[in-house]
C-alpha cells in the first residue's frame, strides 16, 4: 500500500492515499525510505511523524506502509549492545557507513549471522503459555538470557532441541488448543507503545541500595520505585545518573541517553566497559544495554527512545531480572513530544 506526500513541515509529513493504512504503523518515506509513524488518520490522509531529518522531501514522494507498529526486536544479543532511539543498531552501521549514519539506513537490531547455544529447559509433550521459559542462552558471563513463549500462545511442546542457532532459526515447536502448529524462534517482537503484559503488579518493599550512601540515607529508593534528578544544568544529574548504572544491586541496565550532549554518551561508552561489577567481577557493559539518541540526533527518534528502552527492560523483567531504567534526560524527551 502506497500514497504520495502532499506537505512536508519539519519532522512531520502529510501523505495521501492511505486508505488501508492504520495509525501507529511504521511506514517508508521518500526515495531514501526514511522510518516514519504515523500519528493520524484523517479519511486517505495520513500525518507521519519521520524518524529522520526530512530536508530534500517534497510534495508527489512516495509513502508504503509496512503495515506493523513500531517495534523492537527482543532475544539474545541485546546486551552490550549501542541503539539509536528506534533500535538500530549503532556499531553495526559504523561498520557500513562509517562515523555517519546515512538516512533510511536499515540494519536489523539483532544479528542474523551469530548463532547462541541454546539449552532446553522443558521436555516435549510439557504444557506451557505466554511467558514461560522453555530455554536458556548464556548471553553474557553476567546474564543468562531466558527464552520465553511469546505473550498470547498457549499449548504443547511438540518438539524441542538443544543446539547452536541464530535467532530466526526454530528451536522449539508448539502445538497450540486448535492444533495449530507454531514454530518458536529465540527472537520475537513487541510493539514499543503496548506495554508487555502482567499478572500481578507487586507493590515495591524492597530497597534498592544504589552504592551511595547519601541517596541510600537521605533518599532511599525502591526496588520497583521511580526516582527523578532534578536541577539545573551543570548541577551533577548526568554524573549521579551514571552512578547509579554503575553501582546500583540490580541485574540488568538499560541506559537511554535521551537528547543529551554527545559527550556525555561518549563518557559512559568509555568508561563502562572498563569498571567492573563488584558482584561478578565482569565488565559493566556485559549487563547493560545503551540507547544513545543524542541531542544531535533526529528529535523524532528521541521520542521514541524511552519507548524502546521501556519495551527492553519489560522484556528482562518478564524474566525475573531487577531491571534499572536511566534516561537522561527526561525534560529533553518532554522537548521532544
Not at 552501521?93 to 562515523?99: C, D, N, R, T, V
Not at 553501582?247 to 538499560?254: E, F
Not at 521501556?310 to 534516561?327: K, L, N, P, Q, S
Request: proline residues 6%.
Amino acid at each position: 500500500m502506497s500514497g504520495k506526500i502532499v506537505k512536508v513541515s519539519g519532522p512531520l509529513v502529510v501523505a495521501a492515499g492511505l486508505s488501508d493504512a492504520n495509525m501507529a504503523d511504521v511506514v517508508r518515506v521518500g526515495e531514501q525510505k526514511l522510518i516514519g509513524e504515523i500519528l493520524n488518520m484523517n479519511g486517505d490522509s495520513a500525518s507521519i511523524q519521520v524518524y529522520e531529518e526530512t530536508s530534500g522531501l517534497g510534495p508527489g514522494a512516495v509513502v508504503e506502509t509496512t503495515g506493523a507498529p513500531l517495534s523492537v526486536e527482543l532475544g539474545p544479543g541485546l546486551i552490550e549492545n549501542i541503539y539509536d532511539g528506534i533500535q538500530r543498531p549503532l556499531e553495526e552501521i559504523m561498520k557500513i557507513a562509517g562515523a555517519t549514519i546515512r538516512r533510511g539506513m536499515q540494519v536489523p537490531a539483532l544479528s542474523r549471522e551469530k548463532k547462541w547455544d541454546f539449552t532446553p529447559a522443558v521436555e516435549a509433550g510439557a504444557a506451557v503459555s505466554g511467558g514461560d521459559v522453555i530455554g536458556t542462552v548464556q548471553e553474557t558471563a553476567v546474564v543468562l538470557h531466558k527464552i520465553m513463549v511469546p505473550v498470547g500462545l498457549k499449548g504443547t511442546i511438540e518438539s524441542i532441541q538443544a543446539g547452536s542457532f541464530t535467532v530466526l532459526d526454530t528451536v522449539a515447536v508448539l502445538r497450540d488448543e486448535n492444533g495449530d502448529r507454531h514454530e518458536l524462534t529465540m527472537m520475537q517482537k513487541w510493539p514499543v507503545r503496548v506495554g508487555r503484559p502482567y499478572k500481578h503488579k507487586y507493590p515495591p518493599t524492597a530497597p534498592l541500595c544504589s552504592g551511595q550512601r547519601i541517596i541510600d540515607t537521605m533518599f532511599p529508593i525502591a526496588k520497583g520505585g521511580t526516582a527523578a534528578v532534578p536541577g539545573p544544568f551543570g548541577s551533577g544529574k548526568t554524573v549521579v545518573q551514571h552512578q547509579l548504572a554503575k553501582w546500583a544491586d540490580v541485574d540488568i541496565v538499560i541506559y537511554i541517553g535521551c537528547g543529551e550532549r554527545g559527550n556525555e554518551m561518549t563518557d559512559v561508552l568509555r568508561e563502562f566497559p572498563e569498571l567492573k561489577d563488584p558482584r561478578t567481577g565482569e565488565s559493566l557493559m556485559k549487563r547493560t544495554v545503551l540507547i544513545a539518541n543524542t541531542s544531535d540526533m533526529p528529535v523524532a527518534a528521541r521520542e521514541a527512545s524511552i519507548y524502546t528502552g521501556i519495551t527492553i527492560a519489560e522484556y528482562f523483567r518478564d524474566m525475573g531480572y531487577d531491571v534499572a531504567v536511566i534516561a537522561d534526560s527526561t525534560s529533553r524527551w518532554a522537548e521532544a513530544l
